[in-house]
């Protein structure tokens, strides 16, 4: 757990910057403005300084942006909820690709106003300010200088990503509880794991349970302490603590205890349950993909090998 001058300086101001957030929704009264996918971003950043982040910084602003404005707008259509859920994810998908941006927490910006059903633009405002800051502390930094290029999202990446997301909302809603159709952390891990070559079981697991336990600390410090700045204070030092026993860089963990602030009292109670469930039929699905579509790859290529041998 020994972390660098560097590393200890990253994380005081991240965390900072994010108990920021917090105190000012508490200082206005609108819970509207606690973001909790800024707490992923800001870790991703200017904590581990992910390639495929920040090598794009106009996108960190951008596609969050975008997909915060396309939730806030299918959050006032009159369909339900878990429409409104699937609908979402489809038109973050579309944006990303027309971007070309892998920034995984758009996923979240897009869903956190169907969740919270947020109303006000004190919601659009917030979420523009605070990735104009991320995206500017990146550049003052330059923590893009000399990042490679992220790969585009491919097709296949895409539809399997549609395929999971329908089959987890379906199940919720016929299972009676349409409320768990929107678990923003996990989807954002989800598509990250996708786009990757490889995906190993061990680090399924490990996922899962980060992901798992970071909802759980958001829920539990939260029903013993009503306060959001408090709650912050405590559950974010929790998460790094569990991601240090785990040894994995996470970012999308730190967004769970922001997370359990804002959610209705009908998901909040639910929700280390709903991302246990999800973290298992999502993460689980990318392993069996990464396990099975090699083998088909290589079963066609053999085929095609085969083939003008036999003609020869």
Avoid at 127 to 135: D, E, G, K, P, V
Wanted: net charge positive; glycine share 6%; proline share 7%.
């Amino acid at each position: 757990m020994h972390l660098s001058k560097r590393e200890s300086r990253d994380y005081l101001i991240g965390f900072v910057f994010v108990l920021a957030m917090v105190g000012v929704a508490t200082w206005l009264n609108d819970y509207e403005i606690i973001l909790p996918e800024i707490a992923a971003l800001t870790t991703g950043t200017w904590i581990y300084h992910k390639s495929d982040w920040v090598s794009q910084p106009l996108k960190i602003f951008l596609a969050p942006s975008g997909t915060a404005v396309i939730g806030f707008v299918v959050n006032q259509l009159p369909i339900n909820y878990p429409e409104k859920i699937l609908l979402t994810l489809l038109f973050v998908l579309i944006l990303l690709k027309g971007l070309h941006s892998v920034l995984a927490p758009s996923f979240a910006t897009g869903l956190l106003p169907i969740i919270v059903n947020a109303t006000h633009m004190s919601f659009i405002v917030a979420i523009f300010a605070f990735t104009l800051i991320l995206m500017a502390g990146v550049l003052i930094a330059g923590l893009q200088k000399g990042q490679p290029m992220p790969e585009p999202i491919q097709l296949k990446h895409m539809v399997l990503f549609a395929i999971a997301a329908v089959i987890w909302v379906a199940a919720v809603w016929l299972s009676g509880h349409p409320q768990m159709a929107g678990i923003p952390p996990v989807f954002v891990v989800f598509f990250e794991v996708i786009q990757k070559p490889k995906y190993a079981g061990k680090m399924a697991i490990k996922q899962i349970i980060a992901l798992s336990g970071a909802a759980t600390f958001g829920v539990v410090v939260h029903v013993f302490i009503a306060s959001w700045l408090l709650t912050t204070l405590i559950s974010l030092p929790l998460v790094f603590l569990l991601l240090q026993l785990l040894r994995i860089k996470l970012p999308a963990a730190y967004a769970f205890p922001p997370l359990a602030l804002v959610l209705p009292a009908e998901m909040f109670h639910t929700l280390p349950i709903a991302a246990v469930l999800a973290s298992c039929l999502l993460l689980g699905m990318a392993y069996g993909y990464k396990k099975v579509a090699p083998m088909v790859s290589g079963f066609f290529a053999n085929r095609r090998q085969v083939a003008p041998d036999q003609e020869n």
